[in-house]
């Protein structure tokens, strides 16, 4: 079993930055890949990032592509999600997933374990 744990949301301005984390513990993730998914209120989930197992690949939506960065250190079984000129409709739960099926996959169901999610809220 892997646990997930979330944390590096909270409230920031429109056009500031957000760096989120995603602890694993229970076993290494070195050879899952890792996505963030949000999910805003009264809205559907939503594939934000994903990245391989080594780190090499990564894969983002269109609309946050050029301003998030999804990275890992597989050394301290942690995944980051680095969140850069934010706006109003990135407001939403951020929550990370592992999973071992193909890669990239942009399909929620596809991702086997969920952190418990973290809040961002961008003000306008």
């Known amino acids: 079993q892997v646990q997930l744990v979330d944390s590096g949301g909270g409230l920031v301005q429109a056009g500031g930055s957000l760096r989120l984390s995603c602890a694993a513990s229970?076993?290494?993730?070195?050879?899952?890949?890792m996505a963030w998914f949000r999910q805003a209120p009264g809205k559907a989930r939503e594939f934000v990032a994903t990245?391989?197992?080594?780190?090499?690949?990564?894969y983002y939506a269109d609309s946050v592509k050029g301003r998030f960065t999804i990275s890992r250190d597989n050394a301290k079984n942690t995944v980051f999600l680095q969140m850069n000129s934010l706006k109003p409709e990135d407001t939403a739960v951020y929550y990370c997933?592992?999973?071992?099926?193909?890669?990239?996959?942009?399909?929620?169901?596809?991702?086997?374990?969920w952190g418990q999610g973290t809040q961002v809220t961008v003000s306008s």
């Open positions: 997933a592992a999973g071992r099926g193909r890669f990239p996959s942009v399909v929620g169901d596809e991702y086997a374990y």
């Open positions: 229970g076993r290494t993730v070195s050879s899952y890949a």
């Open positions: 990245i391989s197992p080594s780190g090499i690949s990564t």
